[in-house]
T-cell receptor, first 117, second 111 residues
Framework: NAGVTQTPKFQVLKTGQSMTLQCAQD?????MYWYRQDPGMGLRLIYY???????DKGEVPNGYNVSRLNKREFSLRLESAAPSQTSVYFC????????????????FGAGSRLTVL | QQQVKQSPQSLIVQKGGISIINCAYE??????FPWYQQFPGKGPALLIA?????SEKKEGRFTISFNKSAKQFSLHIMDSQPGDSATYFC??????????FGKGTRLSVIA
């Protein structure tokens, strides 16, 4: 059981290039999330998908787009990368919704380290 | 506006000592307060969580203390071990809204 799988693990981009981070979970979870982690800033929510077919903005959505391809997959796209998007990106999933009963336990992937030059 | 404020930013504790990390929140509607543990190169993982209807929850060496009136909660690690060295995040959420995380505390337990 792989849990949450993110690809790629590392990526270097030049300013203005585009790329997509892929995330897949095999736990039949309903909700999926993208966070970014920066030194001293904690984990900040970029976008989330409470259920298949829905997506919502988080705290820092500017410069990003997402697609909930199906129940398993949730991708994050940078259309025109900027140095400010250099970060470690984490995908996470949870059983049902967010908050509430123990079903809200987030399972995180191992992260994708992105550098924008 | 930071919804969950975590302190200290870093912490060094002797092996066998008690590690204490504190968090304060603003939104009184929050009803779920987890702590996540992250080792270098890994994603965060749930360590322990509490709801506001109890003041304390203990799991092994890890205890959450919750003070609803002060809008604060803390993580206590008893008998801290070098293997506990990691970054710890507190978080909070209300109903079905996504978790809001604190900025993290880097704990180093030295022998």
């Amino acid at each position: 059981n792989a849990g949450v799988t993110q690809t790629p693990k590392f990526q270097v981009l030049k300013t203005g290039q585009s790329m997509t981070l892929q995330c897949a979970q095999d736990m039949n979870h309903n909700s999926m999330y993208w966070y970014r982690q920066d030194p001293g800033m904690g984990l900040r929510l970029i976008y989330y998908s409470a259920s298949e077919g829905t997506t919502d903005k988080g705290e820092v959505p500017n410069g990003y787009n997402v697609s909930r391809l199906n129940k398993r997959e949730f991708s994050l796209r940078l259309e025109s990368a900027a140095p400010s998007q250099t970060s470690v990106y984490f995908c996470a999933s949870s059983v049902a919704g967010s908050g509430g009963a123990g079903a809200n336990v987030l399972t995180f992937g191992a992260g994708s380290r992105l550098t924008v030059l | 506006q930071q919804q969950v404020k975590q302190s200290p930013q870093s912490l060094i504790v002797q092996k066998g000592g008690i590690s204490i990390i504190n968090c304060a929140y603003e939104n009184t509607a929050f009803d779920y307060f987890p702590w996540y543990q992250q080792f270098p190169g890994k994603g965060p993982a749930l360590l322990i969580a509490i709801r506001p209807d109890v003041s304390e929850k203990k799991e092994g060496r890890f205890t959450i203390s919750f003070n609803k009136s002060a809008k604060q909660f803390s993580l206590h690690i008893m008998d801290s071990q070098p293997g506990d060295s990691a970054t710890y995040f507190c978080a909070a959420s209300k109903g079905n809204t996504p978790l809001v995380f604190g900025k993290g505390t880097r704990l180093s337990v030295i022998a």
